[in-house]
């Protein structure tokens, strides 16, 4: 007998009815939280969208199995199966805080980009102004600072009368 051959992780799509019904559209029947908690478990990955205009429901759904597992308490884990179902949950819990986080980090992404594209932009425009010899608002604000400077030193150097 040969050793079992691992099987990838299957993708489920799950839709959401109307009355609040989960169907798995891989397995063709209903699914309950407990059970797509124990699809997540597995390592299989899941999405959650409305049936009816197919809204992704991915996150509240995980949210979900997240705060029923948490009413449960620490207790039920323990008590249920020592740890192998306590990493069951821990792994459950790391898929939902990665889905989670995707939009956190898409938002960083995104505002670390524009940042640069402004920089980008920023040294394009300053570079074509002193092209055009048009002082940018850095060589406004030197002349500004020299010319307080020159204001100051005439005011001291001015006789008293």
């Known amino acids: 007998m040969g050793l079992p051959l691992a099987t990838a992780p299957e993708r489920h799509l799950i839709k959401k009815y109307a009355n609040r019904k989960l169907y798995d559209t891989r397995t063709s029947r209903y699914i309950t939280l407990d059970e797509i908690a124990q699809l997540v478990r597995d390592g299989h990955e ?15 759904t995980l949210s ?5 597992e948490e009413k449960r308490g620490p ?7 020592g740890e192998m179902l306590h990493d069951r949950g821990q792994a459950l819990l790391d898929y939902v805080r990665s889905a989670v986080n995707v939009p956190a ?25 002193r092209r055009l ?7 406004i604000d030197r002349i500004n600072e020299r010319l307080d400077r020159l204001a100051a030193q005439l005011k001291k150097s001015k006789p008293r009368k």
């Open 46 to 60: 899941i999405k959650v969208v409305e049936r009816d205009n197919g809204a992704d429901l991915t996150q509240v």
């Open 64 to 68: 979900q199995i997240v705060l029923s």
């Open 75 to 81: 207790a039920r884990i323990v008590d249920a199966g």
């Open 105 to 129: 980090d898409i938002r960083s992404q995104v505002e670390r980009r524009r940042e640069g594209l402004e920089s980008m932009a920023d040294d394009a425009i300053e570079r074509a102004l």
């Open 133 to 139: 010899r048009i002082p940018t608002r850095n060589d």
